[in-house]
């Protein structure tokens, strides 16, 4: 963890990656690389970038994820240190690829253009269908749940839903089902927000609620390790009071992690994704959980997806804590009344 060295170091270590995300975002563009650029990016790869890379082998070209969205500013980061990430789409009833971004010019964020031979095209509610010879020609004795997905003309409705940028590049918003629609109407692709976790600090992972409510909220894990540095390095009129995340019990955990200056980091990372999604997205309420969601919990698929009813109703006490109506203040026919 960068939080484990000291200031100076820190500070070489954000700096180089500021270089080098302004010299992958120039070359990806054709944009001149001036020599001032060209020698901080060397020093900056000796201090830094050529310690990520030696722990790859050294040898590496790319990278190529797929199965669950990468975060975009994660992509940036190991695009700046060299080590290029290239990200595609496609699901087990397409063979399984559709996308792939080009290795030399890749776009964060999406997941590149189709595949040659392959067509694509939104509907009208946002799905992303897909036509091509890799997809499949149906579920074995299924053909009821095949009609529910293929076409007779043979587009396939994939459950995903996207956009196309101006290079015809695809960006994958979320899965149809999991979008939520809040009391106001606003519709709240929660992957979009959840991602941003890969941003900040203190936060391991978020998982958005709010469907048919008048607002978002969340529940975060903490990124423990981050955490117990950060309070031993930077709080240590606290550190005392820090149990041992790996062998305390979880009432001893939460009473810590509820503390008035630890609540506060989770809050500013909060608000740090918060400035990065439409206002009708942002997280008001948020309440911790404390330990990770995993397979072993119940909360999380093989391919560490979030199984949003189960998390729904282990974690219920919380929810509903986030929507429960403020009774200090009430509207009466005497106007409005105080209560203790």
Known sequence: SVNAYSSLK?????????????????????????????IKLKLARALVFKKFVKMTGGELLFFI???????????????????????????????PVTNMNDPLNVTFGTVGPPIPGTEEKIAPDGEILVQGPQVFQGYLN????????LEENG????????????????????????????????????????DLAAMVQFIQQLVLTGDGRKYVTALVTPN?????????????????????????????????????EIYQLFQDDIDTINS??????????????????????????????????????????????????????ELSDDGIQITD
Do not use: C
């Open 224 to 260: 423990f390790s981050y955490l117990a540095e950060h309070v031993r390095r930077e709080m240590p009129g606290i550190a005392s009071q820090m149990p041992e995340f790996e062998e305390a019990d979880e009432s001893e955990i939460e009473t810590f992690l509820y503390q008035p």
């Open 10 to 38: 820190q500070k070489i270590f954000w700096w180089a990656v500021k270089v080098g995300k302004e010299y992958s975002k120039r070359f990806r563009s054709n944009q001149h690389v001036g020599l001032g650029l060209k």
């Open 276 to 329: 990065n999604v439409d206002p009708f997205a942002q997280v008001k309420k948020f309440e911790i959980i404390p330990h990770e969601l995993s397979e072993e919990t119940g909360d999380l698929t093989p391919s560490l997806k979030f199984k949003r009813r189960n998390i729904a109703e282990h974690y219920k006490d919380k929810i509903t804590r986030m929507y429960a109506i403020d009774t200090s203040v």
């Open 155 to 194: 587009w396939f409705h994939t459950g995903d839903l996207g956009e196309f940028d101006e290079d015809g590049n695809l960006k994958i918003i979320g899965r149809k089902k999991e979008i939520f629609v809040l009391s106001t109407g606003k519709k709240v692709p929660p992957i979009m927000v959840e």
């Open 142 to 149: 299924k053909p009821d749940k095949t009609r529910e997905v």
């Open 65 to 95: 994820s797929g199965g669950a969205s990468m975060p975009e500013e994660l992509a940036k980061f190991y695009g700046a240190v060299g080590l290029m990430i290239i990200e595609g789409y496609g699901l087990t009833e397409t063979s």
